[in-house]
C-alpha cells in the first residue's frame, strides 16, 4: 500500500502564490503516477495537474495552465505544486494522489490540504 501525505495549504491573497508538497511512502515501486486534485465548496473534486513518475510528462486542467507547475523530485518519491496568480475560484482542499500501472483510477489519496484565497 502507498500513503500520502500533503501539506503547504494556507490563506493567501488573490494573486499570491502557494507551494503544496506531497510524499510519499509504503509499496510505491508500482507508482505509474502521481497527481493532485481539488475540491471546491459545492463541487465535485476534479484534477488539476499529474506527472508520471518514471517519464516527467505532465498534464494540466485547462484552468490552471500557464499558472500552476506539477514537478517531481529526483531524490525522494514526492512530488509538488507550486500555485502562482491564485484567484478566488482556486480555493479549494488539494488532494495528492497516486495511480499504479495499469489502473484507470487514481487508488491512493492524501488527506487534503486547504487553500483559502482572500481576495
Known amino acids: 500500500q502507498v500513503q500520502l501525505v500533503d501539506s503547504g495549504g494556507g490563506l493567501v491573497q488573490a494573486g499570491g502564490s502557494l507551494r503544496l508538497s506531497c510524499a510519499a511512502s509504503?509499496?510505491?515501486?508500482?507508482?505509474?503516477?502521481l497527481g493532485w486534485f481539488r475540491q471546491a465548496p459545492a463541487k465535485e473534486r476534479e484534477f488539476v495537474a499529474s506527472?508520471?513518475?518514471?517519464?516527467?510528462?505532465?498534464n494540466y486542467a485547462d484552468s490552471v495552465k500557464g499558472r500552476f507547475t506539477i514537478s517531481r523530485d529526483n531524490g525522494k518519491i514526492a512530488v509538488y505544486l507550486q500555485m502562482n496568480d491564485l484567484e478566488d475560484e482556486d480555493a479549494a482542499v488539494y488532494y495528492c494522489?497516486?495511480?499504479?500501472?495499469?489502473?484507470?483510477?487514481?487508488?491512493?489519496w492524501g488527506q487534503g490540504t486547504q487553500v483559502i484565497v482572500s481576495s
Open positions: 506527472i508520471t513518475w518514471n517519464g516527467g510528462s505532465t
Open positions: 494522489a497516486a495511480r499504479n500501472a495499469g489502473w484507470t483510477t487514481w487508488e491512493y
Open positions: 509504503g509499496r510505491t515501486s508500482n507508482i505509474y503516477d
